[in-house]
Each structure stands twice: as C-alpha cells, then as structure tokens.
C-alpha cells in the first residue's frame, strides 16, 4: 500500500499514480485494453459540429483509496458529493461513485464552464429529473453540455455532447459468473419482445447469444437514460430490433436465415427516429451503448436549467453518427486527480 505523502506547502497530495503504474501494466497485461480511440481525440469547445459527442473511459480497479486521496478529494469535489462516494460500503462502488463525479466536474470544467474551479461547477440532482445528474451553468457565457455516466464493473464511461445523450456500460457476462444462460435469459424473459428473443437466441453460440442481449440491453438503458426516466419506462415498451425483407442463406441446403437490423428503436410500436445509437464493444469485455436526441426530448423533465439559445436549437441529431463524431478517449483517473490537485500540474 502507498505511504502518505505530506508536502512542505501542506497541500494534500496523494500518491497512488506511482503505485497505480505498476498495477496498471500488469492490469493491461492480463486484460485488452479498452476500444481504441474510433478517431481523433478532441474538444468539442474547440469542434464546429454540434453532434460530436466525446467519450471518457475510465478502468478503477486499481485506483488506491486512501487518506491522502480523500484530502484531496476536498479540493475538487464539494463534501456532498464525498459523502456520496463514501456512504457505499465496498470499495469498488466507492471507486466508480469516485469516477463518475471526477470525470462529470473535469469534462465540465473542459468544455462547458467559464470557470475552471472544479468546487465552483454546480451540479444537481432534482428528484424531478430523476436524480439524473444535470450541469447547472452558472455564466451566459458558458456553453451548455449534456453529459451522462454509466458504470459496471470497475468501468466507468462518461458521454459528453452539446445535443442531450445516455449512455450505458455492461459486461458482457451473466450476473453471476457460474449462472447457467438459460436461467439469466429467463429471469430476463418479460423485457424484450418475441422479435428480440429470435435475434438474440439466433446465433448457435453462448457468447454471441450473450453479446446480442447486451446490444439490446444497453441500447434501452441508454434510451431510458437520455430521457432520464430510469425504470419508470418498462423495457419491454421499447424495441430495438426489426426484421429486414428477405433472409439470407449461404448454400442451398440450409434453411433461410432471418435477418434483422438494430433500430430504429420503436416505443410502444412506433418508430422513434429522432434518436440514434451507437455501439461501442471490447471483445470478451464490455458493451458500451450511446443514444442521442434532441433537447425537446428533456425539456419536460429540466427544461428551466438549459439555456434558451440551446432548447431552442432546431436540429434533431442525424440518424446515425459517424466515426469522427464519436470521440473515445481513456483516462487515468489518478493522473486527472493529481491534475487538478498538485499545484503547477497543467
Ligand atoms: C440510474 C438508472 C437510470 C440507471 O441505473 P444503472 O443502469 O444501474 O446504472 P448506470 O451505471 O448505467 O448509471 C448510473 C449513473 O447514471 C446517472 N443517473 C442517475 N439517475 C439517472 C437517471 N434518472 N437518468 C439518467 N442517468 C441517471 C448517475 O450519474 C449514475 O451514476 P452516479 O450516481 O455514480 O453518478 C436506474 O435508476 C434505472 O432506472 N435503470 C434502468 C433499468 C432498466 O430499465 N433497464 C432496462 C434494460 S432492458
């Protein structure tokens, strides 16, 4: 374990990025790494295209949580917050509340705010939006962001976008790792359509039936999500899937296989065509889903905290987003704490 580190200014420093590096390669070692970047990294302060979303992935297992990391913690994040990350028993839900609230004030900080005073970005839960954690901006100046967090496993994904997003992250693994399929299928039965059952259960394999219930799973929590529901809409009001004209077959001996497109998603029956999603997958690791609307879509829940000029904004997002629009980029969340904590370190 990391000794604590106390500086002759007496400003809390934490020394888990040292310790982290070593832990880190061997982490990498043992696991592929996450997706790689789809495309250039950027800032979408710094982009001209509205529908760009950036994406911040962040891997915690090894993230040392001490003392001196908890007086930092008092530099970046209001003490609310830190009750928040504390209040959980387990570490490793400790680390993912750690992330998402680091990478939510950093993103802001980077791309919406006048204000680059982590402590000084409001950020709100309203019981109203469904505890959805909403950037508050407090200057005309600053330039509105929609962002959204999902965590699973040790893995925390941000999405961040000037048009109003969700995003969801599963591993691609039953909820306990010796449950049989079948038994987590059937616990699973009433939240996806007959459809939705043949495309998942098409494949002959275990893995790609796996792979196919988490395109759709994270594809309606992603939704649900945008639109800051939660649980409020049942799943199976929503369907990802659709059956293409015509089925496909590779020699003529075999039956015709049935062949299905993802989306456009449908909500009791109709098809929602102002939002688009996009999948994002580590092999044998996890899958990430993005959904994209317009504002309107949000309106009704926080309407009153974005700006005019933004609710306003005529464009409904294109049907499908493109690789240049999607930004990945992974994080350190150690180096991003230091960052922001050890004086002269930007
Ligand atoms: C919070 C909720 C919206 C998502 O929960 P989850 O899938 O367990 O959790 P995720 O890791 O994806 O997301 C958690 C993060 O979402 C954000 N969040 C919280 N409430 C939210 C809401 N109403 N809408 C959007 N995001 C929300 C928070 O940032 C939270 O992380 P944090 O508290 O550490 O900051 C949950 O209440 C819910 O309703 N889930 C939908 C479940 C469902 O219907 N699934 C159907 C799939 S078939």
């Keep these: 374990m990391p000794t604590d580190v106390v500086s002759s200014t007496r400003v809390p420093s934490w020394n888990g990025a040292l310790e982290n590096q070593n832990q880190r390669q061997i982490a990498a070692s043992l696991d592929e790494p996450f997706p790689s970047p789809t495309s250039r990294m950027g800032r979408l302060r710094d982009s001209s295209d509205s529908y760009a979303v950036r994406i911040l992935l962040c891997e915690v297992a090894n993230t040392v949580l001490d003392e001196g990391l908890r007086e930092c913690l008092a530099e970046i994040l209001p003490q609310s917050e830190i009750d928040q990350i504390y209040r959980f028993r387990f570490d490793a839900d400790r680390r993912m509340a750690l992330a998402s609230r680091v990478l939510a004030r950093h993103v802001i900080a980077d791309e919406g705010g006048s204000d680059t005073d982590m402590l000084a970005i409001d950020i709100e839960r309203s019981k109203k939006a469904g505890n959805r954690p909403i950037w508050k901006p407090s200057s005309p100046k600053d330039r509105f962001i929609h962002f959204n967090v999902s965590h699973d496993k040790d893995v925390v994904v941000l999405a961040a976008s000037r048009q109003l997003v969700g995003i969801d992250v599963m591993r691609i693994a039953t909820t306990k790792e010796d449950r049989p399929l079948r038994d987590f299928f059937d616990s699973l039965r009433g939240s996806f359509s007959a459809l939705e059952w043949r495309y998942i259960t098409q494949p002959a394999g275990e893995r790609?039936?796996?792979?196919?219930?988490?395109?759709?799973?994270?594809?309606?929590?992603?939704?649900?999500?945008?639109?800051?529901?939660?649980?409020?809409?049942?799943?199976?009001?929503?369907?990802?899937?659709?059956?293409?004209?015509?089925?496909?077959?590779?020699?003529?001996?075999?039956?015709?296989?049935?062949?299905?497109?993802?989306?456009?998603?449908?909500?009791?029956?109709?098809?929602?065509?102002?939002?688009?999603?996009?999948h994002l997958r580590q092999p044998d690791g996890y899958m990430i889903c993005l959904a994209m609307g317009p504002h309107k879509a949000a309106h009704e829940l926080y309407g009153s905290f974005i700006p005019n000029d933004v609710l306003t904004c005529p464009y409904d997002p294109p049907a499908a987003l493109t690789d240049e629009q999607v930004w990945v980029e992974a994080v350190d969340l150690t180096d991003l704490i230091n960052r922001y904590t050890i004086p002269g370190a930007f």
């Design 208 to 278: 790609d039936q796996l792979e196919r219930f988490m395109e759709l799973w994270t594809m309606k929590e992603a939704y649900v999500k945008a639109i800051a529901t939660g649980l409020y809409v049942e799943p199976l009001r929503l369907e990802c899937v659709s059956e293409c004209n015509g089925a496909s077959t590779s020699s003529t001996s075999t039956p015709p296989q049935a062949s299905f497109a993802l989306g456009p998603m449908k909500v009791d029956g109709k098809p929602l065509a102002s939002f688009c999603f996009r």
